[in-house]
């Protein structure tokens, strides 16, 4: 299995509320990244988990949280979001944790909207 | 920081015909990636040069690296309308755990 996944496709949701979002890989690959990319600009990182663990958050917001919850899973919990949070989600994995070392896989993404 | 700055930042051209993107970068880097993004999907990876490295090939796609002048290309031969995507070119942030990409070319191949 040579693929990242990542459901929900599409997500509508409003400032109140909580909802997350969640990526799968089962390469064995040790990292794992949230980006945010807004139309026709370049994907932006948010977070870096390193063998399960925060290794890198670029000044994300409070609202946004993530979770690894093992090597395969990576979830991001987000809570009172603004309108301007819309966007695609895309979650990628590498073989190591080298980051920039190594070519990432990503997922389809998940496109966010919120009302 | 920003990274990649790619040129031109759109192109459209006629199928069959050859594609060139360049992409610049700020610092020193140990490799450069180049990714593909068909519209609101997922990136693909599609070759990756070391800076010891000056060319490299994959199929129809060759990417040079000049370290030089913080410089590479992306050219891509005998253009199929599947091609149409937009292409982002990416360096690693020295000494950090990250990629940071260019702003990205977006190919229009004409059938």
């Not at chain 1, 063998?51 to 809570?79: A, D, G, M, Q, T």
């Not at chain 2, 891509?76 to 149409?84: K, M, N, P, V």
């Amino acid at each position: 299995d040579t693929e990242v996944t990542q459901t929900p496709k599409h997500l509508v949701m409003g400032m109140t509320n909580k909802k997350s979002l969640k990526c799968e890989q089962h390469m064995g690959h040790r990292a794992m990244y949230w980006y945010k990319q807004k139309a026709k600009k370049p994907p932006e990182l948010m977070f870096v988990y390193s063998y399960e663990k925060l290794s890198i958050n670029e000044s994300v917001p409070s609202r946004f949280s993530p979770e690894c919850p093992n090597s395969s899973l990576l979830n991001l919990h987000l809570h009172a979001l603004q309108p301007e949070d819309s966007a695609l989600y895309l979650c990628a994995s590498s073989p190591q944790t080298s980051g920039g070392l190594d070519e990432q896989f990503f997922g389809p993404g998940t496109r966010l909207t919120v009302l | 920081s920003q990274q990649g700055e790619e040129d031109p930042q759109a192109l459209s051209i006629q199928e069959g015909e050859n594609a060139t993107m360049n992409c610049s970068y700020k610092t020193s880097i140990n490799n450069l990636q180049w990714y593909r993004q068909n519209s609101g999907r997922g990136l693909v990876h599609l070759i990756l040069i070391r800076s010891n490295e000056r060319e490299k090939h994959s199929g129809r796609l060759r990417v040079t690296l000049d370290t030089s002048k913080k410089s590479s290309s992306l050219l891509i031969t005998a253009s199929r309308a599947a091609d149409t995507a937009s292409y982002f070119c990416a360096t690693d942030d020295q000494g950090a755990q990250k990629l940071v990409f260019g702003q990205g070319t977006r190919l229009t191949i004409n059938p």
